[in-house]
């Protein structure tokens, strides 16, 4: 395979990948909730269990801070001290009580980011990582393009109610999944009080989303509130030992929807592991190449099954001649789960080890030999 197709087969895929629908909406008629907005959806897979609204722009509030402390935690030093600023020290709304003047590491203001939702620490963390918010506005929506945020824009690194400021459940939800993968990140949201004197921080912090007292199952992450946003709230949950996210946005009974659908879940879906890593789920032949391409998955694949759904599993091979050498690890397929006869997930596939490609010698002698075995 030469180096120009590698380039073209892996853009190919890329834009596969990317423009196929990996998820299949699941409308339960069977769940009302009073939102305005709602999400559930699983971590690993992305499969949507639960929808309304989902895909609408919409005020999300101090939720922003979940993209505000990644990008900080993405691009700062935890250990760097911040000097507080004016206007850090004045910015209205929810605040831990920071003063102008007062020094204090990034590690500390992201848990007065998260536990206790301040806006002045998130103006104070804007300020010390980019120099001024404009500047850190700049990543966060960079960021949010990254990793595929297309239905976001970000006006401030709090939440607070602007005319540009907005994402969606769906988005919001992507992003949270990605925080998911953050250890201190989630060390943070699952914390329900954090004492001065044991981490060596200026004050404690006890933090306010009541959801992980409510639910058993809850691991954190963020509540928001305002004027326009209304009661927002971010949630991630265990449900047979998988992250889900669960997203209720201007939502005044919040706790209660969230149980709701969290109870949903619970009750509809079963992880079943349809393919496990490294196994062979196909293989073909390739030109000039000594033996055959075998097709496996880099993962397990477990994924969510709603009770009744029939399950199907296809793999796809490539549809173009493949020439040798290959080597392994490369992506050569993919492997397509059906669910009641309509596309659920789609996982990349891969070559399990390199096909060499033969040497003339061989070539030649495998051509002479197929004139004598076709005639």
Same mark, same amino acid.
């Not at 990582?129 to 990793?147: H, P, Q, R, T, W």
């Not at 309509?342 to 070539?363: P, Q, S």
């Given at each position: 395979?030469?180096?120009?197709?590698?380039?073209?087969?892996?853009?190919?895929?890329?834009? *596969?990948?990317?423009?196929?629908?990996?998820?299949?909406?699941? %409308?339960?008629? @069977?769940?009302?909730?009073?939102?305005?907005?709602?999400?559930?959806?699983?971590?690993?897979?992305?499969?949507?269990?639960?929808?309304?609204?989902?895909?609408?722009?919409?005020?999300?509030?101090?939720?922003?801070?979940?993209?505000?402390?990644?990008?900080?935690?993405?691009? !700062?030093?935890?250990?760097?001290?911040?000097?507080?600023?004016?206007?850090?020290?004045?910015?209205?709304?929810?605040?831990?009580?920071?003063?102008?003047?007062?020094?204090?590491?990034?590690?500390?203001?992201?848990?007065?980011?998260?536990?206790?939702?301040?806006?002045?620490?998130?103006?104070?963390?804007?300020?010390?990582?980019?120099?001024?918010?404009?500047?850190?506005?700049?990543?966060?929506?960079? %960021?949010?393009?990254?990793?595929?945020?297309?239905? /976001?824009? *970000?006006?401030?690194?709090?939440?607070?109610?602007?005319?540009?400021?907005?994402?969606?459940?769906?988005?919001?939800?992507?992003?949270?999944?990605?925080?998911?993968?953050?250890?201190?990140?989630?060390?943070?949201? /699952?914390?329900?009080?954090?004492?001065?004197?044991?981490?060596?921080?200026?004050? /404690? %912090?006890?933090?306010?989303?009541?959801? #992980?007292?409510? #639910?058993?199952?809850?691991?954190?992450?963020?509540?928001?509130?305002? !004027?326009?946003?209304?009661?927002?709230?971010?949630?991630?949950?265990?449900?047979?030992?998988?992250?889900?996210?669960?997203?209720?946005?201007?939502?005044?009974?919040?706790?209660?929807?969230?149980?709701?659908?969290?109870?949903?879940?619970?009750?509809?879906?079963?992880?079943?592991?349809?393919?496990?890593?490294?196994?062979?789920?196909?293989? *073909?032949?390739?030109?000039?190449?000594?033996?055959?391409?075998?097709?496996?998955?880099?993962?397990?694949?477990?994924?969510?099954?709603?009770?009744?759904?029939?399950?199907?599993?296809?793999?796809?091979?490539?549809?173009?001649?493949?020439?040798?050498?290959? @080597?392994d690890g490369e992506n050569i397929g993919r492997a397509d789960i059906y669910a009641n006869n309509k596309l659920l997930f789609t996982e990349a596939?891969?070559?399990?080890?390199?096909?060499?490609?033969?040497?003339?010698?061989?070539?030649?002698?495998?051509?002479?030999?197929?004139? *004598?075995?076709?005639?």
């Amino acid at each position: 395979m030469t180096k120009k197709f590698k380039v073209y087969l892996s853009l190919f895929l890329g834009m *596969f990948l990317l423009f196929t629908s990996l998820v299949q909406n699941v %409308y339960a008629d @069977d769940l009302y909730v009073n939102a305005v907005s709602a999400i559930a959806l699983d971590c690993d897979s992305k499969i949507v269990l639960y929808e309304k609204n989902a895909y609408t722009p919409i005020e999300i509030a101090s939720t922003t801070k979940i993209i505000t402390a990644l990008v900080a935690i993405k691009c !700062g030093d935890l250990n760097k001290k911040i000097t507080i600023s004016k206007r850090a020290a004045t910015i209205r709304g929810s605040e831990i009580g920071l003063k102008e003047g007062e020094v204090i590491t990034l590690r500390e203001l992201l848990y007065g980011l998260l536990l206790r939702s301040g806006n002045d620490a998130a103006i104070a963390i804007a300020e010390g990582i980019s120099g001024s918010v404009d500047e850190f506005l700049k990543l966060m929506n960079e %960021y949010a393009l990254e990793v595929g945020l297309l239905n /976001s824009h *970000f006006e401030s690194p709090h939440g607070l109610d602007s005319s540009k400021h907005y994402s969606t459940a769906y988005d919001l939800a992507l992003i949270t999944a990605k925080a998911k993968e953050v250890k201190f990140f989630n060390d943070i949201v /699952s914390s329900k009080d954090i004492s001065a004197t044991e981490n060596n921080f200026s004050r /404690s %912090y006890h933090n306010i989303n009541k959801i #992980l007292y409510l #639910l058993p199952n809850s691991t954190g992450v963020k509540t928001g509130f305002t !004027g326009k946003a209304g009661k927002c709230l971010v949630t991630s949950v265990k449900i047979q030992n998988r992250d889900v996210i669960i997203i209720t946005l201007n939502c005044t009974p919040r706790w209660k929807e969230t149980e709701k659908i969290n109870k949903y879940i619970e009750k509809n879906y079963k992880y079943k592991k349809l393919i496990s890593k490294g196994d062979v789920l196909g293989e *073909f032949s390739v030109k000039n190449g000594i033996g055959n391409v075998e097709m496996v998955s880099k993962r397990d694949i477990i994924v969510p099954i709603k009770n009744n759904q029939k399950i199907e599993v296809k793999i796809k091979k490539p549809l173009y001649e493949v020439y040798a050498p290959i @080597d392994d690890g490369e992506n050569i397929g993919r492997a397509d789960i059906y669910a009641n006869n309509k596309l659920l997930f789609t996982e990349a596939l891969v070559t399990k080890k390199r096909v060499n490609k033969k040497n003339n010698f061989r070539m030649n002698f495998d051509k002479i030999k197929n004139l *004598f075995v076709k005639y």
